[in-house]
């Protein structure tokens, strides 16, 4: 692990403050905190078992989450229409199930240690991660939004030190919990819109875990095919990409069907990246993310509404 332990950590320019927890006792989150225990207790339990109560918690929220379970029909029929209508209802009732793990694995990502989770993942490509490191000018980890989304960004910080970026969550009390576990494990944990930092970090030869899917501003936002289907989508990683320098290295988790664990996979660099066309650059990305959900339907994230667009939005229609 050489090329990655050798990366600067002394860049955390922007230490966010921090909040504390009693100011969160309060009755409003006395529900959070009793479900937080909960995820706590079984995250003690063996993982096979973890994971089969995480499946049957999914099971419970596919049959009461009515809205969610009718944006994740959309998505499927829209991007699988090759599926019958009872494939995609069984994908769907799979996907809700892989939610109810990830619950779980957030527990494992804030609470276990470096040892448990280093049984638990098997990595593949990291011979990559370290060619890249040795230009100096850090690495641009793309991944996407899965449901081990988190677990993703926490696998790579047992590799060295690294930096992921971030939407800080809506509910407080998550926001502050989140950020304690990310301030333990990684060089810098940067909020999405802080640019900046994530360019200092590259400069300073640390990889950077990066999943621009789901967010995107007017200004670095266009209409770009995501399985044929017209979506608003984030092109700015061209741009850092472009000013950077860094190479960009496609990065993957998987969690294994007979849920032993997790296979991570980082991919050679992109080559001839980024072109002159942010847009042919994401319609790029797009198809390693389609070529993944292929491989794992169920753990993409299908319960996001991806394909709303001003003047299109084709959730409006009630479902149940």
């Known amino acids: 692990m ?7 950590t002394s860049n955390r320019t922007r230490p966010p403050v921090r909040v504390a927890l009693y100011r969160f006792l309060g009755p409003r989150y006395w529900g959070l905190w009793i479900a937080l225990g909960f995820v706590r207790i079984i ?45 995609q209802a069984e994908l769907v009732r799979a996907h ?55 677990m993703g960004a926490r696998a790579l910080t047992l590799l ?54 789901q967010r995107f501003t007017q200004k670095s936002s266009a209409i770009v095919p995501f399985f044929g289907q017209p979506a608003a989508s984030n092109v700015a990683t061209s741009r850092l990409a472009k000013i950077s320098r860094a190479p960009v290295l496609p990065y993957f988790p998987e969690r294994r069907a007979d849920n032993s664990g997790y296979i991570v996979r980082i991919y050679p660099p992109l080559e001839n990246f980024p072109s002159d066309d942010p847009v042919a650059d994401t319609r790029r990305f797009h198809e390693m993310i389609e070529a993944h959900v292929r491989r794992c339907p169920a753990q993409y994230l299908w319960a996001y509404k991806r394909f709303k667009r001003p003047g299109y939005d084709p959730y409006a229609t009630n479902g149940g």
């Open 160 to 213: 060295g030190p690294t930096s992921i970026t971030y939407l800080t969550p809506s509910n407080p009390l998550i926001a502050e919990l989140s950020r304690r576990g990310r301030a333990r494990h990684t060089v810098q944990a940067i909020p999405s819109d802080q640019v900046r930092d994530l360019l200092q970090n590259l400069k300073n030869n640390v990889p950077v875990w990066y999943a621009p899917d």
């Open 43 to 87: 995250n003690l339990l063996p993982f096979r078992a973890q994971m089969a109560v995480g499946r049957a918690l999914g099971r419970l929220a596919h049959a009461f989450s009515r809205r969610d379970r009718h944006i994740a029909r959309v998505n499927v029929r829209l991007c699988l229409p090759e599926l019958s209508e009872r494939q």
């Open 2 to 8: 050489s090329g990655l332990s050798s990366a600067s």
């Open 96 to 150: 809700f199930e892989a939610l109810g793990c990830a619950i779980f694995e957030t527990g494992l990502v804030w609470w276990a240690t470096d040892k448990r989770l280093r049984r638990l993942i098997q990595f593949e490509g990291v011979e990559h991660l370290h060619r890249a490191l040795e230009l100096g000018r850090g690495a641009l980890l793309l991944t996407a939004h899965f449901t081990t989304l988190e």
